[in-house]
């Protein structure tokens, strides 16, 4: 499965930004049967779950972006986003696309960087 991101970038405390990763090369099956999700990794810090979407749409998310990030899928378009509002310092990471089945394994897109400025 690859796994292509695009969305990153640098914004002020407060802004938006919104995350795409399409699996595009995946036939529309494939894709429906993966859970997707959304990892980040801070500077100097290990890689923490953002948030994620199973293949019936049940999200789950990281307690520190709750309320202020969405995670979602067009399975249409073989595609998982990732809608960051009210953005903080403390989001600054490269975050990373991920796609897991247990078919599949996990699977990671290339990360793209949000830096956020106070």
């Known amino acids: 499965v690859q796994l292509q991101a695009s969305g990153g970038g640098s914004v002020q405390a407060g802004g938006s930004l919104r995350h795409s990763c399409v699996a595009s090369?995946?036939?529309?099956?494939?894709?429906?049967?993966?859970?997707m999700g959304w990892y980040r990794q801070a500077p100097g810090k290990g890689r923490d779950l953002v948030a994620n979407?199973?293949?019936?749409?049940?999200?789950n998310y990281a307690d520190s972006v709750i309320g202020r990030f969405t995670i979602s899928r067009n399975n249409a378009k073989k595609t998982v986003y990732l809608q960051m509002n009210n953005l903080k310092p403390e989001d600054t990471a490269v975050y990373y696309c991920?796609?897991?089945?247990?078919?599949?394994?996990?699977?990671w897109g290339q990360g793209t960087l949000v830096t956020v400025s106070s």
């Open positions: 991920n796609a897991y089945s247990p078919i599949y394994g996990w699977n």
């Open positions: 979407i199973t293949t019936g749409g049940r999200t």
């Open positions: 090369r995946s036939i529309l099956s494939t894709f429906i049967s993966l859970h």
